[in-house]
């Protein structure tokens, strides 16, 4: 698993919901990332949080939060979910600067 | 125009074929350049790491960065069914290489 851990797996949200994604990393990285995948788009950055205490914006942060709350988790909060974030969200992490990232399996996000 | 540009195919070829992967990128600040694979349901998987530009071999995986051209290229020899997946070439040009734009990814598929 990439020594990353995301849960949930899937889920499928009414419009409106809120909900927490959580992702936890085992190889005390610095660097954390979080990724939506959409058919024929790619993978595109939500937020990413060079180390502990920071967090900074990506391609497409609108509609989501994020909380690094140590060295090993991250998450991403959709406080009022929109059909235009059912998606497949990615976490990712990396050790530093100049180095691979590795990813997680995916939470599968349905809004309805 | 996408920063990065990859066709997603779908290409299929025969076991034992050579294959070739390309994407072409507008930014010239991009200066490390990654191969993900990735199978069905299944989180992105890092094949080639490259900086700057010229040749890496990896076994049967060889990427081919020329940044004069904006082009790069991974070739696969002796493909195996295995080797089915979607392939996404990602980059960036910064030093926070978790930082990534993707393209769209190309489907392959390698027929007994």
């Known amino acids: 698993n990439a020594g990353v851990t995301q849960t949930p797996k899937f889920q499928v949200l009414k419009t409106g919901q809120s909900m927490t994604l959580q992702c936890a990393q085992d190889m005390n990285h610095n660097s954390m990332y979080w990724y939506r995948q959409d058919p024929g788009m790619g993978l595109r950055l939500i937020y990413y949080s060079a180390s502990e205490g920071t967090t900074d914006k990506g391609e497409v942060p609108n509609g989501y939060n994020v909380s690094r709350l140590n060295k090993r988790e991250f998450s991403l909060r959709l406080e009022s979910a929109a059909p235009s974030q059912t998606s497949v969200y990615f976490c990712a992490h990396a050790p530093g600067s100049k180095t691979e990232a590795f990813f997680g399996q995916g939470t599968r996000l349905t809004v309805v | 125009q996408k920063e990065v540009e990859q066709d997603p195919g779908p290409l299929s070829v025969p076991e034992g074929a050579i294959v070739s992967l390309n994407c072409t990128y507008s930014n010239s600040a991009f200066q490390y350049f990654m191969w993900y694979r990735q199978y069905s349901r299944k989180g992105p998987e890092l094949l080639m790491y490259?900086?700057?530009?010229g040749n890496k071999e990896d076994g049967r995986f060889t990427a081919q960065v020329d940044k004069s051209s904006k082009y790069i290229s991974l070739f696969i020899r002796d493909s195996q069914p295995s080797d089915s997946a979607t392939y996404l070439c990602a980059m960036t040009g910064s030093s926070n290489t978790g930082k990534l734009i993707f393209g769209q990814g190309t489907t392959l598929q390698v027929k007994p």
């Open positions: 490259t900086y700057s530009s």
